[in-house]
């Protein structure tokens, strides 16, 4: 595998790391991790992988609906086939899975076994995939209801096990990272206060007057919530420094 110069940084995994819900091109969460639009977030001016290390690469190979199956079976072969080491890889995964098995229970923590033995089989080849001493962060899952379990307000059908499902697949995240070495980007506590308790998540703009509202499509990452999954990012990828 001919490998580019310099640092690369590779994103993987589903909507929470795209840009298409935060309002186009440059505006996820891993583009801005790449590089701050420095007029939505004045705060984090000088805080991105460009200015820190001008020559880094990005290739946002995250998709909207990706599964553990699209991680494997799709997205691997894709960051391989570019023939990069990356020195930096995010991932966001797991929560299309779990939404597939909504309102069941059981087959839920079926669903989460299965996510977490695929995430064990993806960072497994991520090691001969990246640079040494590669940096994997895995991002943990946001519940929208902020742990309300509040569905009726979501315009979902109840299910009073949820908070705690979403719960115990996060935990299944936190102990496949820890095996391999990754490290845990915590999307899903940053989250926390931005989604029922803000205002509707269900809202379809991207860029609401209310900065304290994360959600847009009631799952996906808005403008502002793509800048809460930046700063998950980077809080991992620099051992907690927010």
Known sequence: MADLAGPAYAALGDSISIDDYAGGPGRGGASLLFANRDEDFPEWRGRDLRTVHPETTFSLLATDGATTRTLLQAQLPRLRALGVRPSLVTLTIGGNDLLAAYGDTRGARDVIAGVQAAVDTALAQLTGVCAPAARIVLGTVYDPSDGTGDAARLGLPPWPDAVAVIGELNDALRTVAARHGAVVAEIAQ???GHGLLAGDPSRREPRPAER????????????WGAGGVRAAFWAAAHDGDP
Do not use: H, M, R
């Not at 304290?212 to 403008?223: H, S, T």
């Open 190 to 192: 940053l989250f926390q």
């Open 212 to 223: 304290d509202l994360w959600f847009c499509d009631l799952i996906e990452p808005n403008a």
